[in-house]
């Protein structure tokens, strides 16, 4: 059996990826609140405020998903200094956090172990009030690929960037169904995402059935970042 940890692990894409892995393998949670899924150990933490403790872990870990993550959607004028602070050190500083605290953990296993961090579609794609967020999971993209370099060949990194999913953190943009069939239209197969559709990713490249992929940002995204119809 193997041995995963999903930070930010109780709500949305996390939940998701949680119950999915918890299927068949051991799920440790790090998160605010407990997730409340059958057989997922809760290791409560604050990931922008608290020290990592590993303590709770066991010594080898086959995988991480970072998937603690903002939506903070205002015009650049309006962006104060502490935006792109707390952007950053949610999506960024935080991921570093826990990366350093259980790399050890992760080069231990037979197999190279798997790191999945989370940037967007916005990344990649101009879009208006999205600067700060942009420029962070830009900086989460650039540390998938450094640290896939780095880290070759004990560990393995990759990022999943999506584009608007039916999540807690996006409730205000979905908060009926107009803004929900308004934002489907958006995409070129005109529906929003789930978090299925997007812990289906993750827990792909967490399995050894992605055991050549490392360095790579994927887009599940509805087509947005590729298709125009």
Known sequence: MKHFLVVGGSKGIGRQISEQLSQR????????????IPNVVHIPVDVTQDEIDVSALPEELDGIAYCPGSINLKPFRSL?????????????IGATKVLKAVERRLKKGENPGSVVLFSTVAATQGMPFHASIAAAKGAVEGLTRSLAAEWAPNIRVN???????????AASLLSNDEKKENAGKRHPLRRIGNPADIANAAVYLLSQDSGWVTGQVIAVDGGMSRVRV
């Open 25 to 36: 393998h051991t799920v440790y949670c790090m998160s605010r609140t407990a997730p409340g």
């Open 80 to 92: 104060k200094e502490a935006d792109f602070i707390s952007d950053y050190t949610i999506n960024v």
């Open 159 to 169: 990022c999943v960037a999506p584009s608007l999913t039916d999540t807690p953190l």
